[in-house]
């Protein structure tokens, strides 16, 4: 999934806590999309699983979108659609994906977490938790530190490189 740089505009004198806030509400956008995706290829249990994930996913994007006004910014758009990091044909590539988005996810609230202070990097580092748990459990296991992934010791390029949004000429 996409995850695009953000990029605030001229109007937007982005403090880093700022920019944090976009860079997770964009991996939020990105997961949206990665959910919907995923979500026809499971049934059963895992695929109540992933409707939960996306309700929630859905849900910290609006309170992120909110949190973007009020530090005084325009919250980053999503893109019309992402690039998959692989083709999801079936249950088990949707449940690998599902685990990718956990990760990306991970990785952008614990950029949050060491931008702010007080009860938001006490929301964030709920997110970076809850992201992680949703992680090991689609993988079946979990990572040493969740949201580091870059640095994991033989750790699936796949899963950590940025995915542009469909269409994107490139990183932004």
């Not at 849900?59 to 006004?69: E, G, H, K, N």
Request: glycine share 12%.
């Amino acid at each position: 999934m996409s995850v695009r740089s953000v990029r605030p505009s001229e109007d937007d004198a982005a403090s880093p806590e700022l920019t944090a806030v976009q860079a997770a509400l964009a991996a939020e956008h990105a997961a949206v999309y990665g959910y919907g995706v995923l979500g026809g290829r499971l049934d059963g249990k895992r695929g109540a699983e992933a409707r939960a994930a996306y309700d929630g996913h859905r849900s910290r994007r609006d309170a992120l979108a909110r949190t973007v006004r009020d530090l005084g910014g325009r919250p980053v758009a999503a893109a019309a659609a992402y690039a998959l990091p692989f083709a999801v044909a079936d249950a088990g590539s949707a449940e690998r994906l599902a685990a990718v988005l956990e990760d990306r996810i991970a990785g952008a609230y614990a950029d949050l977490v060491r931008a702010c202070e007080g009860p938001r990097r006490k929301e964030a580092a709920g997110a970076l938790r809850e992201a992680a748990v949703r992680s090991a459990r689609w993988r079946g296991g979990n990572v040493a530190f969740p949201g580091l992934a870059e640095r994991a010791a033989g750790a699936d390029p796949a899963a950590t490189a940025p995915v542009e949004a469909a269409g994107a000429d490139g990183p932004r």
